[in-house]
């Protein structure tokens, strides 16, 4: 399925509205160049892309480029060519799978966000090593829920009950194959639900939701009917990092992240 080849890295960077209330409470244009320990997210996840081990060429789509011009790091680590700049599209999905097609069908592609504020190359390493052992076709990162709380109390995550235990997505993709490609139609499809588990979950069928309410829909259980749904082998990597699950979407999340970091000295 997968090449050894490195990763290509898409990093999402394009706001999802306007006037994006974490932006604005930092006071830059765009949430990604929010600051973190002092240097923006959008760098810190640039940075942490460079430093894995796993990653060859990094594309970044979005933010909007007079963002770019107006911050001088960011537009001279483009300039120079380390970084690629790519104008998103109108959602997440379709600016991932926009540069998707742009690629050889044979590169893996690994999708994050820009707004992983505590990403890093040992994280990033270590899904990548997991997702390419699973010989699939397209691999999700996940964080066991007991895991995050135990570390974070105070991170507010939406969290996903399954039979098998509570799980809080992480942002991070892995595309192993040309077929595996074909996951960004459906998740075109589902986007709006991505903090809506049970309507999530209702994409495979109601019996699904039935069971996932009942408490005895495992995570294993949900990747393998969406694999059937898909026709695509898809594989859950859990991750030991409970900083993979913190993206920020709010101020508070922000907020928690800049404390963590402060923290950790990074």
């Known amino acids: 399925m997968s090449s050894s080849s490195p990763f290509t890295a898409i990093v999402l960077a394009a706001d999802r509205t306007p006037d994006d209330p974490v932006a604005r409470a930092a006071g830059v244009s765009c949430k990604a160049l929010a ?7 959008v760098l810190r996840v640039l940075g942490a892309l460079a430093e894995a081990q796993a990653v060859g ?16 790091e960011l537009h001279d680590l ?23 097609q742009s690629l050889p069908l044979d590169q893996p592609v690994l999708l994050v966000t820009a707004d992983h504020a505590l990403l890093s190359a040992r994280l990033i390493d270590y899904f990548c090593s ?5 010989n699939c076709d397209v691999a999700a990162g996940f964080a066991a829920y007991d895991l995050v709380i135990s570390a974070y109390p105070d991170m507010k995550r939406t969290v996903m009950v399954f039979g098998d235990g ?33 309507k999530l979950i209702s994409a495979l069928g109601w019996i699904p939701v039935l069971r996932y309410l009942l408490g005895r829909f495992t995570l294993r259980e949900a990747i393998s009917r969406l694999s059937r749904r898909l026709d695509l082998s898809i594989e ?9 699950a913190l993206d920020v979407d709010k101020v508070s999340d922000w907020e928690l992240a800049q404390k963590i970091a402060g923290q950790k000295g990074s």
């Open 35 to 41: 600051p973190i320990g002092g240097i923006p997210m």
């Open 130 to 134: 997991e997702a390419r052992s699973r």
């Open 166 to 198: 509570q799980v809080c997505g992480c942002n991070l993709y892995a595309f192993l194959s040309a077929r595996g490609r074909s996951a960004a139609a459906f998740w075109r499809q589902v986007e709006a639900l991505r903090k809506k588990p049970i």
């Open 78 to 100: 483009i300039a120079s060519g380390k970084v690629k700049w790519v104008e998103a599209q109108a959602t997440p999905s379709s600016s991932a799978y926009a540069v998707m």
């Open 236 to 244: 859950a990597v859990m991750l030991p990092f409970p900083e993979a």
């Open 57 to 72: 060429t990094r594309i970044l789509c979005g933010p909007a480029w007079h963002a770019v011009e107006g911050h001088s």
